[in-house]
Nanobody, 124 residues
Framework: QVQLVESGGGLVQAGGSLRLSCAASGGTLRNYAMGWFRQAPGKEREFVAAISRNGANTHYAGSVKGRFTISRDNAKNTVFLQMNSLKPEDTAVYYC?????????????????WGQGTQVTVSS
C-alpha cells in the first residue's frame, strides 16, 4: 500500500510559479508511473501530467504543456510538478497518483493510489 502526500500548494499571482512535491511511503516509487491531476470547483478531475517509472518519458495536457514540468527523484521517493506562468484557470486542488501497471497513464481510472491533494490558487 503506497501512501502519497502532496505539498507546496498556495496562493500566487498570475504569472508566478509554484513547485508541488509528492512524497511516497509504504512502497518503492520506481515501481510506479506517476501522475498529477487537478480538480476545480464544480468540474471533473482532469489529467495534468504523467511520468514513466525511470523518468525518461513524460506526457502533458495541452493546457499546461510548455508551462508545467513533471519530474521525479526515485532515490528520494518524490515526484515534483514545477508550474510556471500560472494562470487563474490553473486554480484547483492538485493530486498526485501512482500506477503500478501502465507505462504512461493519462486517465484517472488507471491509477491505483492517490494523495489527499493540495490547493493551488492563482489570483488575477
Amino acid at each position: 500500500q503506497v501512501q502519497l502526500v502532496e505539498s507546496g500548494g498556495g496562493l500566487v499571482q498570475a504569472g508566478g510559479s509554484l513547485r508541488l512535491s509528492c512524497a511516497a511511503s509504504g512502497g518503492t516509487l520506481r515501481n510506479y508511473a506517476m501522475g498529477w491531476f487537478r480538480q476545480a470547483p464544480g468540474k471533473e478531475r482532469e489529467f495534468v501530467a504523467a511520468i514513466s517509472r525511470n523518468g525518461a518519458n513524460t506526457h502533458y495536457a495541452g493546457s499546461v504543456k510548455g508551462r508545467f514540468t513533471i519530474s521525479r527523484d526515485n532515490a528520494k521517493n518524490t515526484v515534483f510538478l514545477q508550474m510556471n506562468s500560472l494562470k487563474p484557470e490553473d486554480t484547483a486542488v492538485y493530486y498526485c497518483a501512482a500506477d503500478g501497471t501502465s507505462w504512461l497513464p493519462a486517465t484517472a481510472r488507471e491509477y491505483d493510489y492517490w494523495g489527499q491533494g493540495t490547493q493551488v490558487t492563482v489570483s488575477s
